[in-house]
């Protein structure tokens, strides 16, 4: 290995990508109306070796990993389950939320209640970043990037350097 070498390999797959709809609170007089967006996650792993056979890691196990949380968001509402601006709960077979003034009744299998603060960008990028880390424990990844764009040129992205295991 040559001193300040780095290997990156990034995954932008034309089906890394999920549909849903949502809201993201600004502040407490301030939110986005309900409304859907077309997702496009990309992936960069990171790190300063490769195996034996020159891989840094298994690429269709990474694949198929963001594939299937991308399947698990798609054709959702996502609300943010921990937001102190939310209000939710269960109720004859629906979840009803409230923001403000605002009502909404949504059929529970529709509705995806995230741990999060907000159904930002940003937290779905950290979301996904941390579903996603686990999958690469014991390879030669030593840093994770994952970015969410809602929109072409809005983009977020959450990296930060997996634990070493």
């Given at each position: ?12 797959k ?9 809201f993201?609170?600004f502040?407490?007089?301030?939110a986005e109306l309900?409304h859907g ?13 490769v195996?034996e056979?020159?891989l840094l890691?298994?690429?269709d196990r990474?694949?198929?990993?963001v594939?299937r949380?991308?399947r698990e968001?798609?054709?959702r ?9 939310v209000t ?8 009803e939320?409230?923001?403000r003034?605002?009502r909404?009744?949504?059929p529970?299998?529709?509705?995806l209640l995230?741990p999060l603060?907000?159904?930002s960008?940003?937290?779905l990028?950290r ?5 996603l ?27 930060r350097?997996?634990?070493p295991g």
């Amino acid at each position: 290995m040559t001193a300040g070498e780095r290997f990156r390999l990034c995954l932008a797959k034309e089906d890394f990508k999920f549909s849903v709809a949502h809201f993201t609170v600004f502040s407490p007089d301030q939110a986005e109306l309900l409304h859907g967006h077309n997702y496009r996650v990309a992936v960069e792993l990171a790190g300063r070796r490769v195996g034996e056979l020159g891989l840094l890691a298994d690429i269709d196990r990474v694949k198929g990993e963001v594939r299937r949380l991308c399947r698990e968001l798609d054709s959702r509402t996502l609300l943010p389950a921990e937001c102190p601006l939310v209000t939710w709960r269960r109720r004859d077979g629906a979840i009803e939320v409230a923001y403000r003034d605002r009502r909404y009744a949504i059929p529970e299998s529709d509705v995806l209640l995230l741990p999060l603060a907000n159904s930002s960008m940003e937290l779905l990028a950290r979301f996904l970043w941390q579903r996603l880390a686990p999958v690469l424990a014991g390879t030669a990844v030593e840093e994770l990037s994952v970015s969410v764009e809602e929109a072409a040129g809005q983009r977020a992205v959450y990296e930060r350097p997996l634990d070493p295991g």
